[in-house]
């Protein structure tokens, strides 16, 4: 009887451990999926997949503004100037500040879901000015004079005027939609290739749009009819969560895009038309905070070999810019830690960038224009203010406007804006990364797109690589 009691005893203490082992790494297991999405740690670099489908079959074409061009011509098709103008999907960040100075490093940031409300004044600013800024002080406000008589006197023409009543959202031949306003309805047809379209509606007034999908196209229409005259927004969601907002206009004569000219597309080109030349020593603080050469050197040989492998198979620089600015959407982080408290100088360099996976606005541009130079794209720095939370400059004040910075790449003569941020929901906050979604809305947007929420006030050149020579 003593021992059958004694090896029930046995029995149950085994079988007590076995339970704590299974909870035990259950329980591990759980941690480690956990801190895949939500961590303390900084994550693993993800490596592009650089084998795109072919969004159509029949002779390697894809439609932008109705004609049928091949994947390079469309790649380097002039449709950056329209009279077509998407607004954005963002919210502010929990503490932006304004744009009083436009020296601020805190800046506007991605976030995922859409607000029509202005943005509360924040009561935060900046601890220091951006190096690249303060390098050349003084020669701000000179560029903005020159942009300012350059574009009432002498601003050139765009490369290609659209109808009226047309909006194309990018020139990647990838990713990009087309609008098309009428009286009653909005048509659109597209291209996503590194996510699927999964709706297009009105937004707010839950108008759902006919969708049909063949493969990475699509096409299908909107009923605008019941809408009264206001400011609406035609939202196109991705399977994965993403959103891209657009905002339109209800007239008495119908939907229609935004009109370019009351809104800074020109201004933004003669910007990108007298670009600054950023001095070796503000391009050194740019690297590292510590202007040490040898530091330099060594970082910007790390930034080759990063660029090198996100390129790994690519030959056609269009389709490296687009790999290195899915890399910094997919691979960064905004840190609203960093711009709540005020960032310094060492946030948004290279070495800072490179080692943390975070930064701000200035922070992830630098990123992105190292990244391309190193693989000999000419890349630039734009900053100046955005508007946020899917609103344009003609629904809000100055006083809304937020300090941010974006790039341009240009190839084969073609300006190529870029902005890694709004392609992205990452944030780093409370000291743990969160990873989000991504979408490609603001890679190759038109330039009269852009300038629906981007108003740039410097526009610059750092050579990189010339401190290595």
Sequence with gaps: MKKKTLMFILAGFFACIFAAGVVLAFSQRTDRTESSENSESVPEYVMPDNAYPNPQTDNDSHTIAGDNVSSAAAASAAVTETSATPSVTRSPAESEPLIADENNHDDAS?????????????????????????????????????????TTSTASEPAEVLPDNLLITSGDPLHHIRFEFGKDRIDFTGVYTSDSISSISIFRDRTAGELRRTGSSFSGSVDVSGLAPDYYIIRAELESGAIMDY??????????????????????????????????????????????????????????????????????????????????SRNMYYDHDAAEKGVTDDVVTLKYVLENHRSVCFGWSNLYSALCQAQGIE???????????????????????????????????RQIWV??????????????????????????ISNAALAQDHRVARFEHRDYFGITE
């Design 419 to 444: 902005d890694t941020v709004w392609c992205s929901s990452n944030k780093y906050s409370k000291r743990r990364y969160v990873e989000s979604v991504q979408d490609m809305q603001y890679f190759d």
């Design 110 to 150: 991605r976030q995922s879901t859409a607000v029509e409300t202005p943005a509360a004044k924040s009561s935060t600013t900046a601890a220091t000015q951006n190096t690249s800024q303060t390098a050349t002080s003084g020669t701000e406000n000179h560029q903005s004079a020159e942009i300012a008589e350059a």
């Design 247 to 328: 905002v339109f206009e209800m007239t008495a004569d119908g939907a229609s895009p935004l009109p370019l000219e009351e809104l800074p597309a020109e201004h933004n080109l003669t910007a990108a038309a007298h670009p600054l030349e950023l001095p070796e020593d503000g391009v050194l603080m740019n690297v590292t905070a510590s202007a040490d050469r040898s530091e330099a050197i060594r970082l910007l040989n790390e930034v080759k070999a990063l660029a090198d492998e996100i390129c790994a198979g690519l030959t056609d620089d269009y389709d490296k810019a687009r790999a290195l600015a899915m890399w910094v």
């Design 379 to 413: 890349c630039y720095n734009a900053s100046g203010s955005v508007v946020t939370g899917s609103r344009c400059f003609m629904q809000t004040k100055q006083s809304d406007e937020r300090s941010h910075s974006w790039n341009m790449v240009v190839i084969d003569g």
